[in-house]
Nanobody
Framework: QVQLEESGGGLVQAGGSLRLSCVGS????????VGWVRRAPGKEREFVST????????ILADSVKGRFTISRDNAKNTVFLQMNSLNSEDTAVYYC??????????????????WGRGTQVTVSS
């Protein structure tokens, strides 16, 4: 079992930065891949990024490459999503997700075993 809790969302101006954190708990957290998906108003759920259980492999969606970075600190049971050069299209609720899967498998779907409650990111232009 894995529990996930996000933090770090908020309101930021276009061009600004935010860092999202996802704190995990449960005996399996260090064994699962963790990722971020987002859902903007009126749009489908979108994969953003994922990181393997040991941090060795990461995948970023094309829409955020060069701007977002994902990292992981298993000693603190935390995954980070550093978001730079934000624009209005990044406005969404961001969900931390996890599954016992490869990063490639995580990137190919938007359905996962474990979900956080989400954190709102709003970028003003």
């Amino acid at each position: 079992q894995v529990q996930l809790e996000e933090s770090g969302g908020g309101l930021v101006q276009a061009g600004g930065s935010l860092r999202l954190s996802c704190v995990g708990s449960g005996p399996d957290f260090s064994h699962v891949a963790v990722g971020w998906v987002r859902r903007a108003p009126g749009k489908e759920r979108e994969f953003v990024s994922t990181i393997s259980w040991n941090g060795a492999n990461t995948i970023l969606a094309d829409s955020v490459k060069g701007r977002f970075t994902i990292s992981r600190d298993n000693a603190k049971n935390t995954v980070f999503l550093q978001m730079n050069s934000l624009n209005s299209e990044d406005t969404a609720v961001y969900y931390c997700v996890a599954d016992l899967a490869t990063t490639l498998a995580m990137a190919r779907r938007t359905s996962y075993s474990y979900w956080g409650r989400g954190t709102q990111v709003t970028v003003s232009s």
